[in-house]
């Protein structure tokens, strides 16, 4: 592309929230990433509300409502639910802040197909959109953790988010190497509620687990073990009752999935140029994403793998802080801008 020009909002699809924010306005919207619709009639899909809107239709009737999650694991999982989705939001921002046919960049998971960025693309030009630019999420991560992606110097980072971990080697403003995993804060929250029903026989809601996770989680189960006390169901009986979870069983829960982020990091250094590996043993990885919060993970990752480990500012907000980074820089969006 020539002829870079400032792009005017930006737009990060999570798995759970879509992000989106404007340039010199910071953040617009921040909604749940889910589509309500109708299933009375199972032929015809009838959206009855987008994100916070749906919400609150669900919580009326939650009876003949089906919430569809079109971004699951970090990928697209229904085009027709994201292009719905994506198209709502934009309007709502786009009207709101009177933007005329603004240029819009969304940040989409590492490896997405030709299809899904025309779906993308699709959706935001029917919202209003004169001009869309994609960019990878870990590049976007990258930048939101202050890394100066434009260097000729090898830099990982390692993006845990809720659908997904992608760890990223990254040179001259370029993803030399990726490696993508469907594994995220969302499934640390579906091992949280296996791990408790097989070892202490209850039932634990979703919003427990992912309470405890926040709480309790660790990456080191047997270190500084704290305890809470909550109320579950009783897998045998079905009734409520008081149970007691420390961090060493929230720790053990997640310990296979922290060993497979552990192993994808070792793949991702096998699978990088030479001279790139020294690099990063110099200035070591950086770690971003909701994930970055669980307790000792930072202790954990340096010792098995034994490079130095440093935690971005506010890790949870990293890739919307790259992409409103980007309103302002054209130069380095048309570097790293995905091709279509």
Do not use: W
């Amino acid at each position: 592309m020539s002829g870079a020009s400032i792009a005017d909002i930006y737009v990060d699809l999570g798995t759970a929230n879509t992000l989106i924010s404007a340039r010199d306005r910071g953040l617009v919207l921040n909604e749940p990433s889910e589509v309500m619709i109708s299933d009375i009639d199972p032929k015809k899909r009838k959206v009855l509300g987008v994100g916070l809107e749906g919400r609150e239709i669900y919580l009326k009737n939650p009876g003949y409502i089906t919430i569809i999650k079109p971004i699951k694991d970090g990928v697209i999982a229904d085009f027709e639910a994201t292009g719905y989705m994506l198209k709502h939001f934009l309007s709502k921002v786009i009207k709101n802040l009177s933007f005329s046919r603004p240029k819009v960049i969304v940040s989409l998971p590492y490896g997405v197909t030709d299809v899904e960025k025309k779906a993308v693309i699709e959706a935001c030009r029917s919202a209003g959109a004169s001009r869309t630019y994609l960019i990878d999420e870990p590049m976007a991560a990258a930048i939101g953790a202050g890394l100066n992606v434009r260097e000729a110097r090898g830099q990982m980072i390692i993006d845990i988010g809720g659908g997904s971990t992608e760890i990223a080697v990254i040179a001259l403003a370029d993803i030399v190497y990726c490696e993508p995993m469907r594994l995220g804060g969302h499934k640390f929250d579906e091992v949280i509620i296996r791990y408790l029903k097989d070892t202490k026989k209850i039932i634990v809601t979703e919003a427990q687990a992912e309470d405890l996770k926040v709480r309790l989680g660790t990456a080191m189960p047997k270190k500084n073990i704290e305890t809470v006390e909550i109320e579950a169901r009783d897998a045998d009986t079905g009734f409520q009752k008081k149970v007691s979870i420390s961090s060493e069983e929230i720790g053990m829960a997640l310990s296979d999935s922290i060993q497979l982020i552990v192993h994808g990091v070792l793949n991702a250094l096998e699978n990088t140029p030479p001279e790139l590996v020294s690099d990063i043993i110099d200035s070591g990885i950086t770690l971003a994403g909701g994930g970055a919060l669980i307790r000792d993970i930072r202790g954990k990752l340096e010792a098995e793998i034994r490079l130095p480990v440093h935690i971005a500012d506010d890790p949870l907000t990293a890739i919307a802080r790259g992409g409103q980074m980007l309103l302002s820089d054209p130069e380095l969006l048309d570097k790293i801008q995905l091709e279509v």
